[in-house]
């Protein structure tokens, strides 16, 4: 028989919040992290973007050590987990993954620096583990921005495998003049708060976030149940997406099929909406194909910006609120609707019984993730 895996811890570190608490007040408040910056190291013109505030960081990370010798993204990491992680026993059934796309990509400013090295991916992993104390050699993914949930699918087969008990997970990226240079090198950034599937959207806007969650094998105190996923590269372009959604219905397809339930079960998406021509014309695609143009479905980007490698797993984690509390909360930025195929916008905050809830991202190199969670009652 097949393990069950259940994610029963969550928290989260972003510009509206040091708390999912927090973060679902702002959410139904209307508050966007979105402000206009004019931060010459970043970029030599202003821009719009979602970014925490560096002493609101340092007095959070005072309060629990008084180590000096971690950088601005380790801290925001081990923020957002200390609060699931504190109270547990860590074990050599217990695993840890971190996610990210870029990691401590800054480091590579300075090469003569002592912190060079923090750029490694597996050097940012180990930092973070060995705060903690984890036993087991810490596994990093790394798959553009559908890293942070394909964590979370990740975590769920090795739990099922039965290498692990439970596994935490943690995924953050940052705002940073590498991200920025890029994302304006393809002229995908917005010269205003991004506008996911909207008529007048003209792009991305940038933000800067870190989620942790727990998942585990044992149902108690679960929030919700994993009941299916899939990850499909449709390898259609170096950054953009499939004209036909092909590899992300072929994913959300795959979940539908492991969680044995039927698309017109689902009772809301979370959807990747990055608010780009491209990528919102995409996923509309295949929601239809899928028969899902009629599930109430939002974008967090409004509220967060495009958290790169953390977007997926910080809105699981928004989501997991959303349905545990059978609110759906308003797609911000939306106006008119701004793609080809019908799809049904959450215009309002309002109140819905929910059960089952599908996240989905896309990212560069065609790659595609969705799962599927179930509410545990």
Same mark, same amino acid.
Do not use: W
């Given at each position: ?7 029963? !811890? ?23 992290? #979105?402000?206009?910056?004019? +931060? ?10 979602? /970014? ?40 050599e059934r217990t695993g840890f993954i ?6 401590n990509i800054t480091a590579l400013l300075?090469? %003569? ?20 104390g984890f036993k087991t050699e810490p596994?990093?993914?790394? @798959?553009?921005?559908? %890293? ?25 990226? !940052? ?24 008529? +007048?959207? @003209? ?28 990850? #499909? ?30 698309? +017109? ?49 910080? !809105?699981?984690? /928004? ?5 545990? !509390? ?13 793609? %080809?195929?019908? #799809? ?10 929910? @059960? ?5 991202? %896309? ?15």
């Open positions: 028989m097949i393990r069950e895996v259940y994610i029963t !811890e969550t928290n989260c570190i972003t510009p509206i919040g040091f708390d999912v608490a927090t973060n679902i007040k702002n959410i139904i408040g209307g508050v966007s992290g #979105i402000q206009l910056h004019q +931060n010459t190291e970043l970029m030599k013109m202003p821009f719009y973007a979602s /970014i925490i505030n560096d002493e609101a960081i340092n007095l959070a990370f005072a309060k629990i050590t008084s180590a000096e010798n971690y950088t601005r993204l380790e801290k925001i990491m081990i923020l957002a987990m200390q609060p699931i992680v504190e109270k547990s026993n860590l074990d971190l996610s990210t796309t870029k990691g300075n090469p %003569s620096s002592d912190n060079f090295q923090n750029a490694h991916l597996s050097q940012l992993a180990k930092n973070v583990a060995d705060f903690f596994i990093v993914i790394s @798959n553009a921005c559908v %890293s942070g949930i394909l964590a979370v699918s990740v975590a769920k087969r090795l739990i099922q495998s039965e290498m692990f008990d439970n596994i935490y997970i943690v995924s953050g990226d !940052e705002v940073s003049e590498f991200v920025l240079s890029g994302f304006n090198s393809f002229q995908a950034m917005s010269d205003s708060p991004c506008r996911p599937y909207s008529k +007048n959207r @003209n792009g991305v806007t940038l933000g800067e976030a870190t989620a942790a969650v727990l998942l585990s094998s044992n149902k108690e105190n679960a929030k919700v149940k994993i009941i299916g996923d899939g990850s #499909i590269n449709d390898a259609n372009h170096i950054s953009g997406p499939s004209r036909t959604g092909e590899g992300l219905f072929r994913s959300i397809e795959s979940a539908l099929t492991e969680a044995k339930i039927n698309a +017109n079960q689902i009772d809301y998406i979370s959807a990747h909406g990055t608010a780009t021509s491209f990528n919102d014309e995409m996923e509309a695609i295949a929601f239809n194909r899928l028969g899902l143009e009629n599930v109430p479905v939002n974008s967090l980007k409004g509220y967060y910006g495009h958290t790169l490698g953390a977007s997926g797993l910080l !809105e699981t984690v /928004i989501g997991i609120e959303s349905v545990l !509390e059978n609110k759906l909360f308003v797609s911000m930025g939306f106006d008119e609707i701004g793609v %080809s195929q019908s #799809i049904n916008i959450i215009e309002k905050n309002e109140d819905k019984e929910m @059960n089952y809830f599908l996240k989905t991202a %896309s990212g560069f190199g065609g790659c595609n993730t969705a799962i599927l969670f179930e509410k545990v009652k």
